[in-house]
């Protein structure tokens, strides 16, 4: 069972470049997330989806994409990347309510714009 | 809107001491309650969680955690720990009844030594 997995663990960007961060769950999970980490502040979020064809702003949503075409991708794109994008990126999803209720999170996509 | 205030951004212990890493947090509506551990280079995973019932849950690697709505705090502790341990550990909290997201707070980072 993959659960959370994350493409590519590893980035160098230039100013103005784009690029997509991949996320794939295999969990059947309606939830998903993007979340970045910088060092003592740690996670923010910044898109969310509850499921195929929603999705909605976190707390730091600006340079930032994603779209929902299926429930188990959930892609974010940096359309001009900033050096204030260089950061870490943690993709995690979950299923609704109850006891079960638990992010399961990807191994992380660390990102570094110059 | 929630918040999450963990006050000590580092706790150094020797190995085999308890350790309590704080955590408080603030809402206007019933939460769950979450830990989380992240080692050097990896992504999050869940130590424990307080969705309701028992104020005192046990986690993962002999952690617990103590509810307390009064003080709306959610304290971790461990009885003794292990050179292991050494990790950062994050408090985050969502809104009861949802798998919503997360809010976390800025994390400690557990340094356990000889």
């Known amino acids: 069972n993959a659960g959370v997995t994350q493409t590519p663990k590893f980035r160098i960007l230039k100013i103005g470049q784009s690029m997509t961060l991949q996320c794939a769950q295999d969990m059947n999970h309606n939830y998903m997330y993007w979340y970045r980490q910088d060092p003592g502040m740690g996670l923010k979020l910044i898109y969310y989806?509850?499921?195929?064809?929603?999705?909605d702003k976190g707390e730091v949503p600006n340079g930032y994409n994603v779209s929902r075409s299926t429930t188990e991708d959930f892609p974010l794109r940096l359309e001009l990347a900033a050096p204030s994008q260089t950061s870490v990126y943690f993709c995690a999803s979950s299923s609704p309510g109850g006891v079960n209720t638990e992010a399961f999170f990807g191994q992380g996509t660390r990102l570094t714009v110059v | 809107a929630q918040s999450v205030t963990q006050l000590d951004s580092q706790v150094p212990v020797f190995e085999e001491a308890p350790v309590e890493l704080r955590c408080n947090y603030s809402?206007?509506?019933?939460?769950?309650l979450f830990w989380y551990v992240q080692y050097p280079n990896q992504g999050l995973q869940l130590l424990l969680k307080?969705?309701?019932?028992?104020?005192l849950v046990k986690g993962i690697n002999g952690f617990e955690a103590e509810f307390n709505k009064s003080q709306t705090s959610f304290h971790l502790r461990k009885p003794s720990v292990h050179i292991s341990d050494t990790a950062e550990y994050f408090c985050?909290?969502?809104?009861?009844?949802?798998?919503?997201?997360?809010?976390f707070g800025t994390g400690t980072r557990l340094q356990v030594t000889l």
């Open positions: 985050a909290v969502s809104e009861a009844g949802t798998a919503s997201k997360l809010t």
């Open positions: 809402s206007s509506v019933s939460v769950y």
């Open positions: 989806s509850v499921g195929a064809g929603i999705t």
């Open positions: 307080y969705l309701s019932g028992s104020t």
